[in-house]
């Protein structure tokens, strides 16, 4: 029998239910006069002593399956009770063990599925929070923390149990919720956000009420944010460059329209003022040619600039054709283009060779504009580089340098992040009187991005200036 005390109010309990029948039947006997009042007495005390001897081992029995059952609940795994007279006891054992076993199966797949489910809304690259009837964020995803908790965010739940308005402080979205909470439908807004260093972030933030039959009655609605800062500034800078076009161009054919003007009217008849005037019309039709040509080429580059080129092309002798087609303007101009290839024979990228020299006759062209008189404009090609971190991919093979580099007054710092920008000029009058269209650059940036290249700009106030770019070398160069 199991090692259990049972107490005496349960065995007393015991004895009353046990003693009731027979206490009632020989209560009619006696007064029906058939037994004696001892006889009887001894008859009910009999039967409680009997019942209460035999009740008891099983009460113990029950007694010891509930602890067991109790302790299993607490989540320990106590030894199982043998039972010596209760089958009862052994089944409800049985059936504990079972109940447990199919609780901790289900918890597990609760917490798979949990996992599950964290998994897939962390893969989302949008932000998501699930906020409670009380606007406060019940889960948010992975996007969601480091958007609002900054790199902490990373691997924390920190936002779960915040107010709404403690992490979305814009009052149009904030008043958008409240409308959804107060059972209005779903909205959308567009709000900016700024984060650190002063950088404005803009985002469509659509809030959705949660009235499912499998939502949870504490949920409430969900909100997302979808980043159109890309978008924006995609928009912002094609408005730019249409404005920046048609100002280039405007300014040119409002002089040819007007000297037309002239030469039909007032200088009609005036050879000398003639010439003057073509002179200069030709000198702007060019200047329009030159701009519409840029236009097309950053057309047709950006077209193609996700299909990277697979061409082996010869670098010396891109090089030397810049060279070779420069030479006459920097004669002009007292300078010389100098190419400083070391040993190198022949050195192969993948490139399209037609843009590689167009990089190079950009880039060689503005040094020539930009370098003093009698100085040098030295084209360096380089084998040995260190690859930026974060673009080994690109380049699997080794990498090559070709720096264009002169001898000029530098470009201040604070230009040199804009540089590639479409139409951007340090200098706009200058640019301008030396034919530039404020496109040369930008068309680099494109070309090399083509190439899954890199171009980096250094410069040195008073000193110059140099242009690098790291392009691929083909696999069979992987061994050299």
């Known amino acids: 029998m199991p090692q259990s005390r049972v107490p005496l109010s349960r065995l007393l309990y015991a004895m009353v239910v046990i003693t009731a029948p027979p206490a009632a039947a020989i209560i009619v006997l006696l007064a029906a006069g058939y037994i004696e009042p001892l006889t009887g007495i001894l008859v009910v005390a009999f039967v409680a002593t009997v019942g209460t001897l035999l009740v008891r081992p099983y009460l113990a029995d029950v007694r010891a399956a509930a602890r067991y059952v109790r ?16 089958t009862s006891a052994e089944d409800l054992i049985s059936a504990a063990v079972y109940l447990r076993r199919t609780m901790q199966a289900k918890a597990i797949e609760a917490e798979l599925r949990l996992g599950e489910e964290e998994a897939l809304l962390d893969s989302l690259p949008d932000p998501l929070m699930v906020l409670d009837r009380q ?3 019940q889960r948010a995803n992975k996007a969601a923390r480091h958007l609002f908790l900054g790199d902490k965010g990373e691997a924390s739940r920190e936002l779960a149990g915040f107010g709404i308005a403690a992490v979305l402080r814009d009052p149009v979205a904030l008043e958008a919720v409240d409308e959804v909470l107060y059972g209005g439908p779903g909205r959308t807004v567009d709000i900016q956000l700024m984060q650190s260093q002063s950088v404005e972030r803009s985002f469509n933030v659509r809030i959705e009420p949660l009235r499912t039959d499998k939502t949870p009655e504490s949920s409430a609605i969900l909100i997302s944010l979808h980043d159109q800062t890309a978008l924006k500034k995609a928009d912002q800078m094609r408005a730019d460059f249409v404005a920046n076009a048609s100002h280039e161009l405007r300014t040119p054919l409002a002089s040819v329209m007007g000297f037309i003007e002239t030469l039909q009217g007032p200088a009609k008849d005036d050879p000398e003022a003639a010439t003057r005037f073509l002179e ?28 990277p080129p697979t061409d082996v092309v010869d670098l010396v002798r891109i090089c030397e054709t810049v060279a070779d087609t420069l030479r006459p303007q920097a004669a002009s101009n007292e300078m010389q283009v100098i190419i400083d290839a070391g040993q190198q024979g022949r050195v192969e990228v993948l490139g399209d060779a037609d843009e590689l020299t167009q990089v190079f006759q950009n880039l060689a062209d503005n040094a020539l504009k930009y370098g003093r008189n009698g100085t040098e404009v030295t084209i360096r090609l380089e084998t040995e580089v260190t690859i930026p971190a974060g673009s080994q991919g690109y380049f699997p093979a080794g990498a090559m340098r070709v720096s264009v580099i002169d001898r000029g007054e530098g470009i201040a710092e604070q230009h040199l992040s804009r540089l590639t920008e479409r139409f951007y000029r340090v200098d706009t009058a200058r640019s301008r009187q030396l034919g530039g269209t404020g496109l040369g650059l930008a068309i680099v940036k494109h070309i090399i ?32």
């Open 135 to 137: 606007g406060r964020i």
């Open 280 to 307: 200069i019309m030709s000198g702007q039709a060019q200047r329009m040619s030159r701009l519409v040509q840029d236009l097309l080429s950053l057309s047709r580059i950006e077209l193609n600039e996700h299909l």
């Open 449 to 480: 991005n083509r190439h899954r290249g890199v171009l980096s700009i250094d410069s040195v106030a008073g000193e110059g200036s140099v242009f690098s770019v790291l392009l691929a070398r083909p696999d069979h160069q992987a061994d050299e």
């Open 71 to 86: 302790q299993l609940a607490d989540g320990e795994t106590p030894a199982t009770p043998k039972f010596t007279y209760s």
